[in-house]
């Protein structure tokens, strides 16, 4: 367990996102402006998305409006 980032009872954001991640075989993301933060964008649900960590972009791969 690590002492890095808020503290989830005993456990720490990085821990929580490290241990699930690696269960569900999926990359984990975290730091972009959406989702619970207090200045955040549109992420549209069911629109296909490339998501890049490393350089820190996400581009829509199709409309998100019909």
């Given at each position: 367990m690590s002492n890095d980032g808020d503290g989830y009872g005993a456990f720490a954001l990085m821990d929580?996102?490290?241990h699930?991640?690696?269960l569900a075989a999926v990359p984990?993301?975290?730091g972009a402006p959406f989702?619970?933060?207090a200045s955040n964008?549109?992420?549209p649900v069911g629109s296909r998305a490339r998501i890049d960590a490393d350089?820190?972009?996400v581009q829509a791969l199709e409309p998100s409006v019909r």
């Open positions: 929580i996102f490290e699930y991640g690696k984990t993301f975290y989702g619970h933060v964008s549109i992420m350089a820190g972009t």
